[in-house]
């Protein structure tokens, strides 16, 4: 094997190395993969394979408002809770979540090798160690798995003969077309590189590579499109295109992309720079741009940068864990800038000095993590023994409790996305302008939330303000008996609330015309 080849197999294999080793160790210092963190995206979609492994289907029995991807990816972790427990499949997840994020870096390697050795390994390095990347490749986000269907894409297109390989290219297309099967914001970089494709290797190519994306796509979404074609449509279009906008504007966004706002933990006020910082990462970021676009898998990490950019920018929501979109196309570029920096032989040690400072100091910053409240799920499980049906405002609080697989199981109501009612149109109302109401004003929310609740022998509230329960809401759960109180967490017995109407029945009802 040529010297070269040794040395970039060694670099994928370090990289790789140093990114797990970065995600396990955050895990660590969360309280351990089985342990509940305060995230709810992630166990929103855990809960959901899991229960399509009791033969429940998204879309058609339960709310889902994202592509089917993460469920099927998900599922043999929801098997493995099945024969075990909740919070083991749960911690196998987020392993296998972490060795994804170690597969993602080193597939950055391998992608950039052209750049050089140096380079390549560099900016794989920079990606296996970025905070925002490191935090939300620990457990089952989207993000991860969309960014290892882009990546192997690449990884197939950059070979150097991939321009005369039809099935080299087909493959190319079936890794790419999982990217909007597991998050509608995936056809954004399936556009770029189709162009890219067409430019560089011609229609042909870019015909293989689209037909092998459709087939990808098609095969995960399509069993799922025929059990509830009306209301998969509804949630992971519809839904997603009218969803309400959030509050931070272009710079916050931009700012915790590039990790300047709060990198791992570090309170905003001891970081004021961040501001003179942003000047400094967009000239740098301007500089590496122009340098890139002078071979064109430099000019292909730029484009992605730029539509990742645009997206996070334009989309009406934001939440920190869309912050890692835009990083491994980020490193792409650097490392096409590095390469091309280090055709001035002089600039070689430099450059990789560079890169080991940047490396060492992403990754100790990344290792000040922020540590997740604690969840006593063993004080209050003895309290859940005898209660057949358990209700919580969070999926994970069901998981970190293992009483969801025993909901499944006895037939129970589980709403596997329970806040995520409040943006399905065909369940919650809108005002005249097409906004979802407020949940603290809207009755319907209000009535489902504790209509859903009330269904359970047992039930507890753990996200907080998040729910915004009306003041009726609160006192009726502040009326139901106290079973057990631990850090700051009670769980109650819910009675039937004063009405005519039961509340399981007015449950009933509204998770029907979810789901319909």
Known sequence: MPWPRVLLLVGVLAVAGLALWARLAALGRSGGAGVMSQGYDDGVYFSAA??????????????????PGIVVAALPFGWVARLTDDPTGMAAARVAWACVGAANAALVTVTARRAGVVAAVTAGAL??????????????????????????????????RAATRPRLQVAAGLALGLAPAVKIWGVVP???????????????????????????????????????????WRMVVVDQLGRGSTPEGTVERLQRVAALGTIGGVADG?????????????????????????????????????SGLLVVVLA???????????????????????????RWRPAVPTVAAAGVVATCWMWTASSTLVTDRPFPAAELRPALDAA???????????????????????????????????????????????TAVVRSM?????????????????????????????????????????LVSRGGYRVRAPRPAPSTDSAEARSRRTSASISS
């Open 270 to 306: 001891t970081l004021r720079g961040a501001t003179s910082g942003g000047v400094v990462a967009l000239c740098v970021a301007v500089v590496a741009a122009v340098l890139a676009c002078t071979r064109r898998e430099g000019a292909l990490g730029v484009a992605l940068t730029a």
């Open 190 to 232: 399936v556009v770029v590189v189709l162009g890219w494709v067409l430019v560089t290797l011609g229609a042909r190519p870019l015909g293989r590579v689209a037909a092998g994306a459709v087939a990808a796509a098609t095969l995960v979404c399509l069993p799922f499109f025929v059990h509830a074609p009306g209301a998969m």
């Open 442 to 482: 809207n009755p319907r929310w209000q009535s489902y939330l504790m209509g859903y609740l009330g269904t359970g022998d047992a039930t507890l509230l753990v996200r907080g303000t998040s729910d915004d329960l009306s003041p009726a809401s609160r006192e009726l759960f502040r009326s139901w008996p106290t």
């Open 127 to 160: 990606y296996a160690v970025w905070p925002p990347v490191v935090r939300y490749e620990t457990s089952t986000y989207l993000e991860a798995l969309g960014t290892l269907a882009v990546l192997g894409c690449l990884a197939l297109l950059t070979v150097r």
């Open 50 to 67: 899991e229960a399509l492994a009791f033969g429940r289907m998204p879309y058609r029995d339960f709310v889902l408002l994202h592509p």
């Open 388 to 434: 057949r049906c358990v209700t919580a405002d969070s999926p994970k609080a069901l998981v970190a409790l293992d009483v969801l697989g025993r909901d499944l199981r006895n037939g129970c109501t589980v709403a596997i996305d329970v806040s995520g009612a409040t943006y399905d149109a065909a369940a919650m109302p809108l005002l005249a302008d097409g």
């Open 316 to 342: 009406p929501s934001f939440y920190d864990h869309y912050t890692p979109l835009v990083a491994p196309y980020a490193a792409l570029v650097l490392a096409a800038a590095l390469g091309a920096l280090t």
